[in-house]
Structure formats: C-alpha cells, structure tokens
C-alpha cells in the first residue's frame, strides 16, 4: 500500500505539489492525469524519493520512506519505475539491461538472471532483440524493455511515468 499525506514539493519558490492526499491500496491501478508541467513526474518521483521532499509524508508498505532512519534502498527494490524517457544503458544490451538490478542489487545467480531476464522479454515480445543496444529499438521497443527490466526486480508496486494505456493493460493484467 502507498500511503501519500501532505505531500509539498517546491523547486525554490515554484511550488508543485501543494499537499497531496492519496491512499493506493495492493493491487489497484491508479493513473495520474493532468496539463503537461503540472507535476505528474514529480510526484511519481517523490513516491520514491527521487526528489527531496518538501513537506510531508510517504508510506510505503507502512514505511515512511520520508523518515531519515528508513532505509529508503530496500523500499526502493521493491519499487519498479518506468521513466517517461526509459533511462536504458545504452552501452549495454537488452539483456544486460534487464539483468543488471537482479544480479547487482538482488545478487542472483547470473544463469536465473539471463533465464528470467529472457523470459521477460518473451513476455514483451522481444526476445529477438535480446543482443540489440537500446539505440537500435523504436520508442514502444524500448518502453517494452523498460517495463521487463523493472519487472525483473519482482517489485510489489510499478510506477509508469507517462505510460500508454497498453503497458497498463499488460501491467494490470498480467502480473
Ligand atoms: N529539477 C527541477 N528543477 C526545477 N524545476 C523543476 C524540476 N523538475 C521539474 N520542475 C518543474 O516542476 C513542474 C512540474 O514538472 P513535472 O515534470 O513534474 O510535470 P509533468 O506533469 O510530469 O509534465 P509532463 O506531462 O510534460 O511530463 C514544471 O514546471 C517543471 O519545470
């Protein structure tokens, strides 16, 4: 469950989120809509501390990522997060990419990596692009590679900036 009270983002004297309110119970999909600019990616990014808060409080799994004692890297593994510009290594393969938080953050074994890592892909339908650089993929290609590689973390909540109703669908309906 994330449990969002009074959240406040300022950047100097911008003020972006003034005081949010919002409960997202296990397994409920929750889409933010809203004018570009108006602070959609922020508050996404303050769910897992990727901006410094303000003011305010978030609870995550009744962990409150805000408080300085929390130990915001293990709440953060079982956060997935789906960036508007996908964020892929784009010196490693598809495959690295997937592979990489599993072995490094998760410390699996490399050969369950590769194999879920190949999985994944089979379910986002590019398993052909497994050796490819991200560079070579079309937008939707590497959105698909994106959501595989937070998939690989096994998180317990997804965050999609900015995602198409069809990686919510595949999201929602298959995991
Ligand atoms: N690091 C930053 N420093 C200063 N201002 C920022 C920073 N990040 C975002 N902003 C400002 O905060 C406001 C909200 O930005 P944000 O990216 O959250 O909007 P958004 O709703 O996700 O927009 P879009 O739909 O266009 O992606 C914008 O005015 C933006 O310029």
Redesign the pocket.
Known sequence: MIKVANLKKA??S?K?LNGINVEVQAQEVVVVI????????????CINLL?TITDGHVLIEDIDITDKDSDINKVREEVGMVF?HFNLFPHKTVLENIMLAPLKVRGIPEQQAREKGMELLKKVGLEDKAKAYPDSLSGGQKQRVAIARALAMEPKIMLF??PTSASIRKWSGKY
């Open positions: 950047f100097g911008h972006v809203g004018p570009s600019g108006s602070g959609k990616s922020t508050f996404l990014r901006e508007q900036d900015e």
